[in-house]
């Protein structure tokens, strides 16, 4: 069974940022890809980013790129999002997850946070 615990929402002004840590429970966190999806009122969920295993590789969605980095510390089970550049569009319940493999592209998620809510203001 695994854990995942957001922490570091809150309300920015646009322009702002903000950084989201996730804590995972279990041994196995290292083993992982890991990601970001976000919910806004009245949307879908949608995929944010994600990050292989190791950190060596990362993918982010179009909406994001160039303003969001995802990263991860292997040591101390934790992931990352640092937010920069945000946007009223950014509010959303943004969800830590992990997926099933190493490598993202090949892998579904199978556990999933409670999310930490972030609003952006105009």
């Known amino acids: 069974q695994v854990q995942l615990v957001e922490s570091g929402g809150g309300l920015v002004q646009a322009g702002g940022s903000l950084r989201l840590s996730c804590a995972a429970s279990?041994?196995?966190?290292?083993?992982?890809?890991m990601g970001w999806f976000r919910q806004a009122p009245g949307k879908e969920r949608e995929f944010v980013a994600a990050?292989?295993?190791?950190?060596?590789?990362?993918y982010y969605a179009d909406s994001v790129k160039g303003r969001f980095t995802i990263s991860r510390d292997n040591t101390k089970n934790t992931l990352f999002l640092e937010m920069n550049s945000l946007k009223p569009e950014d509010t959303a319940v943004y969800y830590c997850?992990?997926?099933?493999?190493?490598?993202?592209?090949?892998?579904?998620?199978?556990?999933w946070g409670q999310g930490a809510q972030v609003t952006v203001s105009s």
């Open positions: 990050i292989t295993w190791n950190g060596r590789n990362t």
């Open positions: 279990g041994r196995t966190f290292s083993s992982y890809a």
């Open positions: 997850v992990k997926y099933s493999g190493t490598y993202y592209k090949t892998s579904l998620t199978d556990y």
